[in-house]
């Protein structure tokens, strides 16, 4: 491994290979080089454990046609979650279970993936799901292993990650990570559902979902999101707050880019009561210099006030992007998520998972909204988070499979309260 | 203070007035005396953080007016929640938040009560509820004293209580606790809505309720619940289990009594498919030995896996507990809740709070059902937790203002998992 470094900057790669002595580190003052590496292959053990299966009272029979037929109900609906023992899934598994999501005639399995060492939690949480007896929760596996637990997965919900461990820079992470999620792509493109939709939730998000994607090369790229719903949600409540009314008049908020401390909460196509944002907040110079700051640095608050990350706020949000999803969007407004974003008619690079406003019919597809207003403040603002996207693309180029990755990161951008 | 003790049992009360020598322990081997004190007043401080506020973008006006008749949305409702910075609340707020629980044309309004050291933590609590973006949730408000937070209260639920401390016993928790539920009860009677639903989740609920009711005189003691259908709900997932069932088949169960190791899960009421329990599980040596055993074991059996106790199920019991009064009960079943005994056809001691099967119409209220059967079995365990909770009621007598306490409590009962 070699590592160029100097100020904030580190990079940990496990180099497999010889070094590719033809890598220049051109203008980049800080550079890290791995050689190209085939993605590791995930290791499919016998162990029972590392079986996916189904849980306690899950495992009993029944027969689901006949309510689908008596009930008028839904097929069943296959939900992947990694990270499954953890705070966050604590909240959404019991929203996914109660129909909060689905609606009411949704029945629904959950194939939970946990870790050897939370598995036992696992089966608690998976104790807890039997208590709750929801009815429209028909199945529940629990395993270790994504290439069990992701068969025949309609969603796939990435919220497990490695946590940043104590001086490890957002560099290191983003390989730690990354190989999590090089090799959750790998299993899905190998079991899940040919239409599989993804939410990588797990941190940093739209990297770890650009390399989830060119992981899984047969299911298509669109399918990938990276979760900016919760930045949204929170954009649109400091709006309310400032504008003196309430949170369910302001519409049409998009927060563009990475979901770091670079992202942007656009205040230009936002809408309060149907107006624009700055015809009904007249500080601009809030708008421009404390607003996004106020966004971001929401969890790093929370986290002082409640002394863990925000995870039930965070659950509600993942709900509501796939809610988005399900749902046909409202007439005229939009909403925010991280997507691939070739073809994009704002002119941002192709290639990456960029936050950008969306639109569904309901039917789990979404299309990019047309008719979008840019100023200067705002172009540079994108720019910015968008260099940031490729610098982290160029950061993980071995798990993507497209070359040699060196770290030329500017700065630490990872949000405040966050992993 | 005076404690005779012997065995198991320790009794920590707070003595204020002078010893009643007039108190004779009887038969009891083991008992603690104290003199019968008015229950402590609350000192209604005028500090800022005392008071009850509004909170953040909740505090905005707006029409709800307007949207009562547009949406046709039913008059907001009002909801206090103890122990608002809990892991349990932090689930069920944003239940209740969501309309899970009163339906989507249901405004609700939370009502926060913490203490002064979580107060930041509950700031925590509702600045994650801000950025939920319920449509449904238009008040939030945070406070430390009951006499402020419970005003107006339409539901309050009641799930703050002190944890057990090293070494203490139920005697002294009852006590402890009682004190607080003594507060609350004479606070809901000074300010709550003259109908108010009350759910007593901190432990011991059942006598707390009784506290808390016989401290709230112009409250109807019928409106006083103790959870058990906690307990209820994993009777009925255990039964499924040994039947080879899904749950959803699984009716009638009442849980009976205490929520303690004394409780009853009725498995000669309860159906299968609609048949008897004893006519579809055949083994009745694992009824009568092990089943009740697997209930009251499995918050403990959580505890080990998950390594904090069941809150997120807690929850859902809770909401459970709730929607059964707010939506009439399917024809021919019914749900356990924790009730005033007064009046009740089973011949259980009058004046107490046990749990009994139950049934609503929809509009809050409920009734006890009638056609019950019982055996030998049933009768003697069913004595069993009866003797206990007026062996509890003797014990705290002193915060119902019905005579001075003793206890006489002939052992440890708390459920395993629970503080």
Chains 1, 2 share one sequence.
């Not at 399995?109 to 949480?125: D, I, T």
């Not at 959750?184 to 739209?206: D, E, F, T, W």
């Amino acid at each position: 491994m070699l590592c160029f470094h100097s100020r904030q900057t580190v990079s940990l790669f496990t180099l497999v290979g010889p070094l590719d002595q033809s890598l220049e580190p051109k203008s980049f003052k800080i550079t890290c080089s791995v050689n190209q590496v085939p993605a590791p292959v995930a290791v499919q053990t016998e162990e029972a454990k590392n079986k996916s299966e189904c849980f306690g009272v899950f495992c009993q029979t029944y027969d689901l046609k006949a309510e689908e037929e008596t009930k008028s109900w839904k097929k069943l609906i296959n939900v992947a979650v990694s990270g499954a023992a953890g705070m966050i899934s604590n909240h959404l598994l019991f929203k996914l279970a109660s129909g909060e999501v689905f609606g009411p005639d949704q029945p629904v399995a959950l194939k939970l993936l946990g870790s050897e060492r939370s598995f036992q939690a696992l089966e608690g949480v998976a104790m807890e799901l039997e208590d709750s007896l929801y009815p429209l929760l028909r199945e529940v596996s629990i395993g270790i292993n994504p290439y069990e637990v992701f068969e025949d997965a309609e969603w796939a919900l990435l919220i497990g990650a490695k946590p940043r461990g104590p001086g490890m820079e957002r560099a290191g992470l983003l390989d730690i990570n990354g190989q999590i999620f090089a090799e959750q792509g790998k299993a899905l493109n190998a079991v899940a559902s040919r239409n599989v939709k993804v939410i990588v939730v797990g941190n940093p998000c739209n990297t770890n979902a650009l390399i989830c994607l060119k992981n899984a090369p047969d299911i298509p790229a669109k399918n990938f999101h990276a979760l900016t719903r919760l930045d949204e949600n929170r954009a649109k409540c400091q709006l309310a707050l400032k504008a003196g009314v309430f949170y369910d008049k302001v519409s049409n908020m998009t927060i563009w880019g990475n979901h770091s401390t670079t992202q942007v909460p656009d205040f230009l196509n936002a809408r309060i009561n149907g107006s624009p944002v700055k015809e009904v907040i007249k500080d601009h110079k809030w708008l421009e210099e404390e607003f996004t700051e106020k966004v971001q640095k929401r969890g790093g608050v929370l986290i002082q006030k409640w002394g863990r990350s925000s995870a039930a706020s965070t659950a509600v949000s993942i709900a509501d992007a796939m809610k988005s999803l399900v749902t046909p969007t409202p007439e005229g407004d939009w909403f925010s998520t991280g997507v691939y974003t070739n073809g994009n008619p704002y002119g941002i690079a192709q290639d990456i998972v960029f936050s950008m406003p969306c639109r569904s019919k309901g039917d789990g597809d979404y299309e990019l909204v047309k008719d979008i207003t840019f100023d200067e403040y705002l172009r540079k603002r994108i720019a910015k988070s968008e260099a940031e996207l490729l610098a982290e693309k160029r950061c993980v180029a071995h798990l993507t499979g497209e070359g040699v990755a060196f770290c030329d990161l500017p700065e630490d951008t990872m949000l405040p309260g966050e992993m």
